[in-house]
């Protein structure tokens, strides 16, 4: 074997075989060898990852040839889409992560998408692969936000860029649900998903002490209103002979007054 060879930035753009597809691949080169050869430039693999990948498992010798073309950042994405086009049949959605990948100038922004100095403009990425700017603009939303099972579902070709897109700034909990809604056909969207959750269940009364905690007027008022008592008391007490039912009744509203304070103590 020669020397390890790594993986060009643009040739990850492309989503990874399934196990069962490596496996197939594998099998293919144990019993026929490598029948098309793997494509380098300067030591990295443009085109042909997982067949290098599988000749290593299987300790055959990678037959690679040189990329001898335009070696601009345009002309390289270009040929590495082409290459990968041709052997699968990629949805607009699928395309449009790819192009968001692909370009690390989107909306005229530098970013760090590709690990290189070299820029792709989002509207040559958009050309190469046939999209719009719009679809890549998306498709970046949802690479940048989306729960991760949500972004690899859009790559493989399962949820549509701009149903990801409009469910990726929610949370990651909401939308891990919402895909779990659409793999068992409860629903045929994640927009959907998300619009008809189900109803919250009611809290019992000893579970909405948060609700408590947030409003302390409730508390005040209550305080007031047991306060009000003492002055009729005293009143009553002015008419009536009977002293003793007074005093009962003051220690009952401090007791009252006590139960409240430790009672908001604890909704805290």
């Not at 082409?82 to 690390?104: K, P």
Request: glycine share 4%; charged share 25%.
């Amino acid at each position: 074997m020669g020397s390890k060879l790594t993986i060009h930035p643009l040739a990850e753009m492309f989503p990874a075989m399934t196990d069962a597809e490596f496996k197939e691949l594998r099998a293919s080169i144990k019993a026929n060898g490598l029948e098309f050869p793997i494509v380098v430039y300067k030591n990295q693999i443009l085109d042909g990852r997982h067949r290098y990948h599988a000749c290593l498992a299987e300790k055959v010798e990678p037959w690679t040839v040189k990329h001898d073309g335009d070696d601009s950042p345009e002309a390289l994405a270009a040929y590495v889409y082409r290459a990968n086009a041709i052997r699968r049949h990629l949805s607009t959605s699928q395309r449009a992560m790819i192009a968001a990948e692909m370009c690390n100038l989107p909306v005229g922004k530098p970013t760090n998408v590709i690990p290189s100095k070299e820029g792709i403009s989002a509207a040559t990425a958009a050309k190469t692969v046939g999209v719009s700017v719009a679809s890549i603009e998306r498709a970046r939303h949802v690479i940048d936000n989306a729960a991760p099972e949500v972004t690899q579902a859009v790559q493989a070709g399962t949820v549509a860029v701009t149903d990801a897109a409009a469910v990726a700034a929610l949370p990651k909990k909401e939308q891990q649900a919402a895909l779990a809604a659409v793999e068992s056909g409860v629903a045929t969207t994640l927009a959907a998903a998300v619009k008809h959750k189900p109803p919250k269940e009611k809290k019992e009364p000893h579970e909405r002490n948060g609700q408590q905690a947030k409003d302390p007027r409730e508390f005040e008022r209550l305080r007031q209103d047991i306060g009000r008592l003492a002055p009729r008391f005293d009143k009553l007490n002015d008419q009536s002979p009977a002293a003793k039912f007074n005093r009962d009744a003051q220690a009952k509203v401090n007791d009252l007054l006590h139960i409240l304070a430790d009672w908001r103590k604890a909704t805290r």
